[in-house]
């Protein structure tokens, strides 16, 4: 008897702890069409602009790269309360919206079950099968931070050598291949303003007719952006790799990733294969969806993505 009371207490003790893990089909039960919510809102945006994969791409790494992927990013400040949103880095993320619409529809549906946090893992997962990219599952049972504070905010820059930016990476949990996979593939269909690229038109490396082209759209005035990806800005493939082989890469941390003993290896396979590249950008992106997430009874499930359930 005594051995069979051990036993319950002890599967008492666990089983809390198992069902605290990410899971695929986590809303199963509790919201069956949650992930068809989030899929319709990001096809009915993406129908109208091709540039919000490389946004929401962006907002789950800045996202997930500062406390974990627990939507902190989402809070807006207010007088007084600076948030994440609040700093340099996280001053052009944008997307938003789609968040905000794909929460009002699921609290429509299924009121205070799906966290923000899982809202920007599905919707960002979304938009890369709309871009082109592979189409991939991922776990969810994430829930939404008590905490967003500018202080919390160390994001890798365009410039960080790449030794640097693999110590980021591998401080998440993450290696050399994740981290060449997620920058390349997350620049695949990005763009960047003339003022952050400075170093790269003045290194004489740089393809030559890129160059040039890159200078001439530089003159406007308001600092315009440009392509990441010069061959295929709005489709998640391997194209960039080839690209920077080739010194075309604009940004200096793509650049370098080409040139470094440590990840130019990683960049030439991924040049030769789209079907490798696509096999390991799916599998990097369901790895830094799992950074320091929250799950059981941590954090909460937010009403608003916006505001935290106590207003503050």
Not at 49 to 63: C, E, G, K, V
Not at 190 to 197: A, E, N, R, Y
């Amino acid at each position: 008897m005594r051995s069979i009371t051990a036993l319950f207490f002890l599967f008492c003790f666990l089983v809390p702890s198992a069902l605290a893990q990410l899971r695929f089909g986590f809303y199963g039960r509790s919201c069956p069409r949650a992930e068809s919510i989030v899929a319709n809102v990001v096809a009915n945006r993406f129908r109208r602009d091709r540039s919000i994969t490389a946004a929401l791409l962006r907002m789950q790494f800045h996202d997930c790269f500062v406390r974990g992927c627990d939507a902190s990013l989402l809070i807006d400040p207010r007088p007084g309360r600076p948030s994440e949103k609040s700093t340099g880095p996280n001053a052009s993320v944008r997307g938003y919206e789609i968040i905000d619409e794909a929460k009002r529809q699921l609290e429509a549906a299924c009121p205070r079950t799906v966290s923000c946090a899982d809202i920007v893992t599905l919707a960002t997962r979304d938009s890369v099968a709309l871009a082109g990219g592979p189409r991939f599952s991922v776990p969810t049972g994430r829930r939404d931070g008590l905490r967003s504070s500018p202080n919390d905010v160390n994001l890798p820059g365009p410039t960080i050598p790449v030794s640097a930016s693999i110590q980021a990476f591998a401080a998440k949990g993450m290696n050399a291949n994740d981290m060449v996979t997620l920058i390349g593939g997350g620049h695949s269909v990005g763009s960047i303003h003339c003022s952050l690229f400075q170093d790269r038109l003045n290194d004489p490396a740089m393809d030559r007719t890129l160059n040039a082209r890159l200078r001439n759209t530089c003159r406007s005035p308001n600092d315009p952006s440009v392509f990441l990806d010069q061959r295929t800005p709005f489709i998640v493939d391997n194209a960039i790799y080839g690209e920077i082989r080739r010194q075309r890469g604009v940004m200096r941390i793509d650049q370098n990733m080409g040139l470094d003993r440590s990840t130019r290896g990683i960049v030439s396979s991924f040049a030769q294969s789209n079907a490798l590249f696509r096999k390991r950008f799916a599998e990097a992106m369901v790895k830094m969806g799992r950074i320091g997430v929250l799950t059981g009874r941590s954090g909460e499930i937010r009403r608003n993505c916006r505001v935290f359930n106590n207003g503050r």
